[in-house]
Each structure stands twice: as C-alpha cells, then as structure tokens.
C-alpha cells in the first residue's frame, strides 16, 4: 500500500509498505479522506515540540472497515468510521481516573506515532467511532476537530444562557463557538483578524469582531454590554491572545485555553487572583466527545461543509501544507482525498 512519509519538515516521500495483520482485537480500514490541521503545519514547519522525523501524519481520518478481527463484536465489515488518534498506557494516574486523554505516556498517531496517511491502516477496534450513513466521508474526517469543539465547551459545568467569546475564527475556534450555541448559550460571539474567517463565522450564525478594526474590549460591550463574557475560549494558541484572553475577561469569569501554546506566555495572575477567574485547560478528547460530536450533526447543530476549502489528491499530499501557508486567510479546512490502491 501506499504511506506518505515526512523524511524531515516540508519533505513528503511516498513509499510502499505492508499492510500489518489484524489482531484479535483489532480492525484494517480503507482511509478515504484525510483532514490537515494546525498541528499538522508545525510538523511541516519543524516547530511542533512533540514531534521527531520520519514521521507518518493523518490522524483526522473518515475510512471504511475492510476486515475485523475474530474478536471484535460491535463493528462490522464495510461499517464507516473515524478514528481516536490518541495511543495511552491505562496504567498512569491519568488513565485510571478517567483521564487517558492526558495519559503520562500519551503517543498520538501522526505526531509521536505512526498516524494514518496510508490506504489502509490497522488499529484497536475500541478507538473507532461509527459514523451513521447520514454523514459522507468528508464529514466523518472532521468528527475528530469537532471532538476538539465539544471537549472544550463540556470543560464549562454549563454555557446554557450564558455569553460566550471565542478568540480565534479558524477552525476549531469556529467549531467551538458553534458547539457552544448549540449546547444553549446565549449569545457566540468570534474574535478574528481575517475577513473570510468573519464572515464564514456569521455564515455560521456566530455573531463577530473584527480585531483588525476594532479594539477587543469594545467589541465585547458592543456585543455583551455591560455584563461583558461569561466565558472565553481561546483557540489561537498565541502567547498575545493568551494574555489577551485574561485581560479583556470579567470579574468572575472563566477562561478556557484551547490552542495548543507552543511558546512560554506570560499570563498577569495577579489579574487572575484579583478577578478571581477560573481558568481551564483543554486537551484533546475522550471516546464520549466523539459521541456527541456525530449527536449534534446527526441534530443538524453543526454546519462543517462550509469550512472546507480546499481538497487535494493524495499523491499531491505537500500541496495541502502550501496552500495553507500561502493562502492562510482564505483557507480553513483542506481535505485529502484517498484513491484506490494500485496493488
């Protein structure tokens, strides 16, 4: 089968590989479609921290089940499916109180283990999700960014009623603030620099600042008034909208961290202390997130077709990573197509 290696940042070789056999417990899939995140490009840039080379990505992936091991008893032959990327212990502190998301030993396929940029790839039956027929496969590769979303927004007790502010309209920070509105909250509002990332977040009905044009502070009492944000969602990662994210809360509030914050930040905690603000960390996911990420599209609560620009052949894998550094404020999801394997 073919695999799409990165031999060194910006270097994709294509090679030839075994497909391994299926264990007991395990399961083969046919990968048909293949999302690229943020992570993905600081892999490609050399600057992701966790990362070695060779490495083989793709851990944002919709497949088809070609075969299952002997025992296996809840997926099926040709069942569509996406993948939980993460490789744990289940020994750690972590893992045995409910947390392998955040396991001590934590491997994810594509970064800190072989990921699933292949034709097939062959993995534990218990990390797949089963996607119900009413989602085509490009949907299904976006489940894993969605459980990003819904991992995050459950971080908070509760948003019902409340205002919420998400810095940050790519992505996950545009599928955040739509997991939040669909979860209740009263009002979504997205903080961004880039116009079609606005303008895609107001197609997604989530209300907009434009922090190019418009100074943050006054676009939360535009749009909250007084009563400013309940709770704040960082999903930039910058060590500037970090701090932001602090300085621009309300007394009182809470402030979840979800970009990935590859640089040390200096964060005002006095201001934290005075404020008394909570503030939360974010990280990944768990098998139940998945699950209600295909909930709220099988509701019809979430738009992810308008976030995906760009498709591109596998043979052409590079192309993904250049067009979105060279098209960064246009681009917002580039999907990987799949074909069938020659041999």
Same mark, same amino acid.
């Given at each position: 089968?073919?695999?799409?290696?990165?031999?060194?940042?910006?270097?994709?070789?294509?090679?030839?590989?075994?497909?391994?056999?299926? $264990?007991?417990?395990?399961?083969?899939?046919?990968?048909?479609?293949?999302?690229?995140?943020?992570?993905? !490009?600081?892999?490609?840039?050399?600057?992701?921290?966790?990362?070695?080379?060779?490495?083989?990505?793709?851990? &944002?992936?919709?497949? &088809?089940?070609?075969?299952?091991?002997?025992?296996?008893?809840?997926?099926?032959?040709?069942?569509?499916?996406?993948?939980?990327?993460?490789?744990?212990?289940?020994?750690?502190?972590?893992?045995?109180?409910?947390?392998?998301?955040?396991?001590?030993?934590?491997?994810?396929?594509?970064?800190?283990?072989?990921?699933?940029?292949?034709?097939?790839?062959?993995?534990?039956?218990?990390?797949?999700?089963?996607?119900?027929?009413?989602?085509?496969?490009?949907? $299904?590769?976006?489940?894993?960014?969605?459980? *990003?979303?819904?991992?995050?927004?459950?971080?908070?007790?509760?948003?019902?009623?409340?205002?919420?502010?998400?810095?940050?309209?790519?992505? !996950?920070?545009?599928?955040?603030?739509?997991?939040?509105?669909?979860?209740?909250?009263?009002?979504?509002?997205?903080?961004?620099?880039? &116009?079609?990332?606005?303008?895609?977040?107001?197609?997604?009905?989530?209300?907009?600042?434009?922090?190019?044009?418009?100074?943050?502070?006054?676009? !939360?009492?535009?749009?909250?008034?007084?009563?400013?944000?309940?709770? !704040?969602?960082?999903?930039?990662?910058?060590?500037?909208?970090?701090?932001?994210?602090?300085?621009?809360?309300?007394?009182?509030?809470?402030?979840?961290?979800?970009?990935?914050?590859?640089?040390?930040? &200096?964060?005002?905690? $006095?201001?934290?202390?005075?404020?008394?603000?909570? *503030?939360?960390?974010?990280?990944?996911?768990?098998?139940?997130?998945?699950?209600?990420?295909?909930?709220?599209?099988?509701?019809?609560?979430?738009?992810?077709?308008?976030?995906?620009?760009?498709? *591109?052949?596998?043979?052409?894998?590079?192309?993904?990573?250049?067009?979105?550094?060279?098209?960064?404020?246009?681009?917002?999801?580039?999907?990987?197509?799949?074909?069938?394997?020659?041999?």
């Amino acid at each position: 089968m073919r695999q799409a290696v990165m031999t060194e940042p910006g270097h994709i070789q294509f090679r030839k590989v075994d497909v391994p056999p299926v $264990g007991d417990q395990q399961i083969k899939i046919h990968i048909k479609k293949i999302g690229v995140c943020g992570s993905d !490009i600081h892999v490609n840039h050399g600057k992701h921290p966790y990362t070695s080379y060779p490495v083989v990505q793709g851990h &944002e992936v919709s497949a &088809e089940v070609v075969e299952v091991g002997r025992r296996v008893k809840d997926i099926q032959l040709g069942d569509k499916v996406t993948i939980q990327p993460q490789v744990v212990c289940g020994v750690c502190v972590p893992c045995i109180n409910g947390m392998y998301h955040v396991c001590e030993e934590l491997k994810v396929m594509g970064f800190q283990t072989t990921g699933m940029a292949s034709d097939y790839f062959v993995v534990n039956a218990d990390q797949a999700t089963i996607l119900p027929d009413s989602l085509d496969h490009e949907e $299904g590769a976006m489940v894993e960014p969605l459980a *990003v979303a819904v991992h995050a927004v459950r971080r908070v007790p509760s948003v019902r009623a409340l205002n919420v502010l998400v810095i940050g309209g790519g992505p !996950i920070g545009n599928l955040v603030g739509q997991t939040a509105k669909a979860y209740g909250a009263s009002k979504v509002v997205v903080s961004e620099l880039s &116009e079609t990332r606005l303008r895609l977040a107001e197609q997604c009905g989530l209300g907009t600042i434009n922090s190019k044009e418009e100074d943050l502070s006054e676009g !939360i009492f535009r749009h909250f008034g007084e009563s400013k944000a309940d709770v !704040i969602f960082e999903c930039v990662g910058s060590s500037f909208t970090v701090a932001q994210s602090i300085e621009v809360a309300r007394k009182g509030s809470t402030v979840v961290q979800v970009g990935v914050v590859s640089d040390l930040t &200096e964060v005002n905690m $006095g201001f934290v202390q005075d404020h008394e603000l909570t *503030v939360l960390g974010s990280a990944m996911y768990q098998s139940d997130d998945f699950d209600k990420a295909v909930d709220l599209l099988q509701e019809g609560k979430i738009n992810l077709k308008s976030l995906i620009t760009d498709r *591109v052949p596998f043979e052409d894998y590079a192309k993904a990573y250049s067009i979105i550094d060279e098209e960064k404020d246009r681009v917002m999801k580039v999907i990987i197509e799949m074909e069938p394997d020659t041999d």
